[in-house]
């Protein structure tokens, strides 16, 4: 017997194949220009700068990223309100068309008008099992901004109007060797990383100020181990765990495939 949301697991499988392509695209794009980091001792003012280089210089299709997560997030939106028509249809036989999953952050705003118009045709214990999965409830401490509903609402409100801006930067974690000639020791206080900023080639990636020569050739060699990954650039999005988008989105679709496994045995 077809169970009445396949519709709905079918999109949830669309949006793991557009996050397939997303994470062969970009790395594939990683793996075939890479980035390295290089330096350049300065004696006058004794520091060092180390920048990013690009050795092929192409820009990133990050307009093509951005339009690959926007359909992420449509099809994951879409399952949300398929499971709310499916339980006004139990309800219903032609429920009003403004059903869809509310995304409430505040208690109050479950009360307000157009959630009650999204829910009108929806029952109990169905309207309950929507209210309980609200960000507003901030399960395990989180903030409600930082639900995976919450995200998907923003990003999904993004996105309607123009094209997500994402870029490669570079992880915190990054491993870095500096290797130092005629220099002595340097401490923690001396450097300075760039390294949570979108690259290009050029870009800082770290300094060390307060150079002390030990010996007649003195010299830092910054040597970097990366790994880039993809992130949401810009203030919309930074609170998003530093935005990162595959963190993001797969925290958005295992919530998702939660509610289609709970919602599945009330219909």
Known sequence: MRHPLNGAREKLTRAREHMDTLDAETTRFVREHPYRVVSKYYAQTRHVTARFRQE????????????????????LSSVLDHIAWQFALRHKANPDRRTAWPVCMTEEAWDERWC???????????????????????????????????????????????????????????????????VEPISADDVTMFVDEPIHHGAKFARVVGLRPAGPNPDVQVKAKLSLYVAFVGPDYGWMDRGMVFYVLRAIRNTVEKVIDEASDLL
């Not at 093509?64 to 099809?75: A, K, M, N, Q, S």
């Open 56 to 75: 092929k210089r192409v820009d990133a299709p990050e307009l093509r990223w951005g339009v690959l997560v926007g359909d992420v997030l449509h099809e």
């Open 116 to 182: 009650k118009d999204m829910v009108r045709h929806i029952l109990d214990p169905h309207r309950t099992f929507i209210r309980e999965r609200q960000p507003y409830h901030a399960p395990n401490g989180t903030a409600p901004e930082s639900h995976a509903f919450a995200m998907l609402r923003e990003l999904s409100r993004v996105d309607k109007h123009k094209i997500l801006h994402t870029a490669l930067l570079v992880p915190l974690d990054v491993d870095v060797l500096f290797d130092l000639t005629d």
